[in-house]
């Protein structure tokens, strides 16, 4: 069991940065792969990045592609998001989500929803324009 805490939304004026932090329970946090998705007021939860277990490969989503940095300390048992230069389209809640997605399946299904088995209550991010 993987139990998932976000933090660090808020309200951000466009063009600002905000960090988004995931603390897991367990002790096992070093073996899954730790995405982070967001859905948006009358839309379908989409990804944003992924990160390996070992974090040494990360993916993003084209709309934050050089915006947005995914890591994580697996010593803390925490997976980050930096995002910077936000814009109004980025407003959405912010949920990180943990699956054992490992070997081939990585990087064929890092960015599909159903691979993540647990998943944290959501962070609200707002971006005003």
């Known amino acids: 069991q993987v139990q998932l805490v976000e933090s660090g939304g808020g309200l951000v004026q466009a063009g600002g940065s905000l960090r988004l932090s995931c603390a897991a329970s367990?002790?096992?946090?070093?073996?899954?792969?730790m995405g982070w998705f967001r859905q948006a007021p009358g839309k379908e939860r989409e990804f944003v990045a992924a990160?390996?277990?070992?974090?040494?490969?990360?993916y993003y989503a084209d709309s934050v592609k050089g915006r947005s940095t995914i890591s994580r300390d697996n010593a803390k048992n925490t997976v980050y998001l930096q995002m910077n230069s936000l814009k109004a389209e980025d407003t959405a809640v912010y949920y990180c989500?943990?699956?054992?997605?490992?070997?081939?399946?990585?990087?064929?299904?890092?960015?599909?929803?159903?691979?993540?088995?647990?998943w944290g209550q959501g962070t609200q991010v707002t971006v005003s324009s």
């Open positions: 990160t390996s277990s070992s974090g040494g490969s990360t």
């Open positions: 367990g002790r096992i946090f070093s073996s899954y792969a």
């Open positions: 989500a943990a699956g054992l997605i490992l070997g081939d399946r990585w990087y064929r299904f890092y960015y599909t929803a159903s691979q993540y088995r647990y």
